[in-house]
């Protein structure tokens, strides 16, 4: 189990601010070390939400909150913590200077987490006299509401600290997900950023506009995507013959040139054995029938949380259901 008496956050812009928001709310107290002039400011505006965010979230009560404290150098900051929290730009020169400067200074014991989006732990490693309990701990924005957190070790990492950054994140109500394979980028961001060139071509090439393609996602599966992810939803849709029958259907889609990204792998028996295997693992305790009615009981819960947003008139999908209602009512008579 995690022992998380005090922590350390290096880096207070959005993402580091994030995470000493979070880990204050928890009752975790946290130094930080920011240069910026700016940092006192910008993490008491993250807290002033962070504080609004949890108050809705736990209605049934907080622990006291921690205090965030600001340090001289990174030397205080990390003194006594038990996670270090990096998150400085995305320059490994910088990641360097800064790895050097904690690990010189951290208990010997400590986890230190990078929010990298993107460098491989192992290319960080060399900064350090001891890389074993240097991870990847990549969260998404906002950090104090958003619970998954990439834990990537890197070839140096020791199994012993990824069992125990798992633990520490798991402790403030973080999702860890370790990645098997250390890679760039990770599997989120690669995720992203597939979506975010195809979307780059679709506006240059006057498809769709900014607001249309946001429409069209938020509207339809990005509702899906919310509740149950990429390949639950396919699973759904090859009906009772589950994964196998849809990627026999659309897996042949993957040579048409649909998407600018058609550097796709090889569709094989291989591919489809694998990816239905896994699907089988994820879901096989549910019948279609019953995947069908958990999917229809999230998105009506997930609307109707929209639709009371923006002060009752409710928030993309959330307001077109408030009209709907309007019409299904009159319809009824009501």
């Given at each position: 189990m995690s022992n998380l008496s005090k922590a350390a956050c290096i880096g207070g812009g959005v993402i580091g601010a994030g995470w000493a928001a979070r880990l204050a709310l928890n009752g975790i107290p946290v130094s930080m070390f920011d240069p910026d002039p700016e940092a006192p400011r910008k993490v008491s505006e993250v807290m002033a939400n962070t504080r609004r965010a949890f108050a809705a979230m736990a209605p049934d009560g907080l622990p006291k909150e921690a205090e965030i404290t600001l340090a001289g150098s990174i030397a205080e900051a990390v003194n006594g913590a038990d996670l270090i929290q990096?998150?400085?730009?995305?320059?490994?020169?910088?990641?360097h200077k800064v790895l050097a400067e904690i690990d010189r200074h951290a208990a010997a014991d400590a986890i230190v987490g990078s929010s990298t989006s993107g460098i491989k732990p192992t290319d960080m490693a060399p900064a350090m006299a001891r890389p074993e309990r240097l991870v990847v701990a990549h969260p998404y924005n906002?950090?104090?509401?958003?619970?998954?957190?990439?834990?990537?070790?890197?070839?140096?990492?020791?199994?012993?600290?990824?069992?125990?950054?798992t633990d520490l994140y798991a402790s403030i109500g973080m999702k860890p997900v370790?990645?098997?394979?250390?890679?760039?980028?990770?599997?989120?961001?690669?995720?992203?950023?597939?979506?975010?060139?195809?979307?780059?071509?679709?506006?240059?090439?006057?498809?769709?506009?900014?607001?249309?393609?946001?429409?069209?996602?938020?509207?339809?599966?990005?509702?899906?995507?919310?509740?149950?992810?990429?390949?639950?939803?396919?699973?759904?849709?090859?009906?009772?013959?589950?994964?196998?029958?849809?990627?026999?259907?659309?897996?042949?889609?993957?040579?048409?040139?649909?998407?600018?990204?058609?550097?796709?792998?090889?569709?094989?028996?291989?591919?489809?054995?694998?990816?239905?295997?896994?699907?089988?693992?994820?879901?096989?305790?549910?019948?279609?029938?019953?995947?069908?009615?958990?999917?229809?009981?999230?998105?009506?819960?997930?609307?109707?949380?929209?639709?009371?947003?923006?002060?009752?008139?409710?928030?993309?999908?959330?307001?077109?259901?408030?009209?709907?209602?309007?019409k299904l009512a009159a319809k009824a008579g009501v």
């Open positions: 990096e998150s400085v730009p995305e320059r490994l020169d910088t990641k906002p950090v104090y509401l958003l619970p998954l957190v990439e834990i990537v070790p890197g070839e140096m990492t020791s199994t012993e600290a990824v069992s125990r950054a370790t990645i098997r394979k250390e890679i760039e980028a990770f599997v989120g961001d690669r995720l992203l950023e597939a979506v975010w060139r195809e979307a780059l071509w679709l506006i240059k090439d006057g498809i769709c506009t900014v607001e249309e393609l946001d429409d069209i996602m938020r509207y339809s599966f990005g509702l899906r995507w919310a509740q149950m992810g990429m390949f639950q939803v396919y699973r759904i849709a090859g009906g009772e013959a589950g994964m196998r029958h849809f990627m026999a259907q659309f897996g042949p889609c993957l040579t048409w040139p649909w998407t600018k990204l058609m550097d796709v792998p090889e569709f094989n028996d291989e591919l489809v054995d694998l990816i239905a295997g896994q699907s089988d693992d994820q879901s096989g305790k549910w019948s279609i029938r019953e995947l069908e009615r958990i999917r229809d009981d999230n998105l009506v819960a997930i609307m109707d949380a929209l639709s009371k947003q923006n002060g009752g008139e409710g928030w993309g999908a959330g307001a077109l259901l408030n009209d709907f209602r309007v």
